[in-house]
């Protein structure tokens, strides 16, 4: 029998993928996984940790904990604030998956005996002759794979999602037939860290973050922000403006401490981008590579090609989209996630 240790975050996903691999006659531990949380923001992490005892309780499987809480503010938490800092918009779920419960708890689980891993993610795996495939979730829009793009061979071979090829109705209703006690508990949102504190809050205990001046296309003072290191390129919230269109960033210059803002949406997309740090599924594909491909989560898939150039990988889209530099640009083939990298600048 082969064992398989589940990160249980306390909610409902988490709790019924480890139901369903003890009906499937795995060995299940269940483990928490605690995570930094400033001493300023009140997190869950403690009612969190108590609903995953009891999910183990009502199951009857063992209750195991790890305490990540240095290596998450480490590797996660300071490196989104130096992203902030250089002026770039992070994406800290992708590299918690990685760094954290792809990283430091699967190491701990195998060495603490473990043939498996398993997480409450909505995503699938499928081995096709000797190779693994990470692919989209059954449900679109619950579909996580997009940040699980980093993930390779020697990942998934020893991970299982057993949630994947549900619909969140029936994982709710699967819930209901476990009698699991979280059962009605409410998705979470977000990351536990920041909790309910604005993204200004949280960051300006820990970065300088004065107002400035918001500019036009022309070389116009049109406004004013409350730091250039909180936007985002295409985002029209958290500054004022002079007129009454809305007005769109298109840049930010964290040196200087000013946003660039444009009335045209468009202005603010790009034919072209450079990614950094690649990650592949499969290993490195073979060049140029045409695709579908998300700049964000949930967006529309879009067609993209890459191309290997001497200094970076190249992006090109179909029409011009809007790809927020720190951002992941993830590829597929179909349901197939091929892998991804780091949207670099606008102009490759």
């Excluded at 409350?226 to 985002?235: I, N, R």
């Amino acid at each position: 029998m082969k064992t398989v240790y589940v990160g249980l975050s306390g909610g409902v996903d988490s709790a019924v993928s480890a139901a369903l691999l003890k009906e499937q006659g795995f060995d299940v531990v269940g483990a928490f996984i605690k995570i930094w949380s400033p001493e300023f923001i009140e997190c869950t992490w403690q009612e969190d940790r108590l609903d995953a005892m009891r999910v183990c309780a009502a199951l009857q499987i063992p209750f195991r904990e790890i305490d990540l809480s240095e290596e998450y503010k480490r590797e996660v938490v300071r490196s989104m604030i130096e992203d902030y800092q250089r002026g770039i918009t992070p994406n800290p779920d992708v590299l918690c998956n990685r760094s954290i419960k792809f990283g430091h708890f699967a190491t701990w689980a195998f060495a603490s005996g473990a043939d498996r891993v398993a997480t409450g993610h909505y995503a699938r795996i499928r081995e096709v002759n000797g190779q693994f495939k990470l692919l989209r979730a059954l449900d679109p829009n619950k579909d996580q794979s997009y940040f699980l793009y980093r993930l390779g061979q020697s990942d998934l071979s020893r991970t299982l999602f057993p949630i994947g090829g549900y619909k969140k109705s029936d994982v709710r209703a699967l819930a209901k037939k476990f009698d699991l006690p979280n059962a009605e508990k409410p998705d979470s949102q977000g990351l536990c860290f920041v909790g309910d504190v604005s993204m200004k809050d949280f960051l300006g205990r820990f970065i300088t973050l004065l107002p400035g001046d918001v500019v036009d296309e022309n070389g116009k003072i049109v406004g004013t922000h409350d730091g250039a290191a909180l936007y985002t390129v295409g985002e029209r919230h958290g500054f004022t403006s002079a007129g009454s269109e809305p007005k769109y960033v298109v840049g930010t210059d964290v040196p200087k401490n000013i946003v660039h803002v444009s009335s045209k949406r468009e202005a603010a997309a790009r034919r072209f981008v450079s990614l950094l740090e690649p990650s592949w599924v499969h290993g490195t594909p073979a060049f140029p590579l045409s695709a579908s491909g998300q700049a964000r989560y949930r967006e529309p898939p879009f067609r993209v090609s890459i191309e290997a150039r001497k200094s970076a990988l190249v992006a090109t889209f179909e029409s011009p989209r809007i790809a927020a530099p720190g951002q992941s640009l993830v590829l597929y083939d179909g349901d197939t996630c091929l892998g991804g990298g780091i949207i670099n600048n606008a102009s490759a």
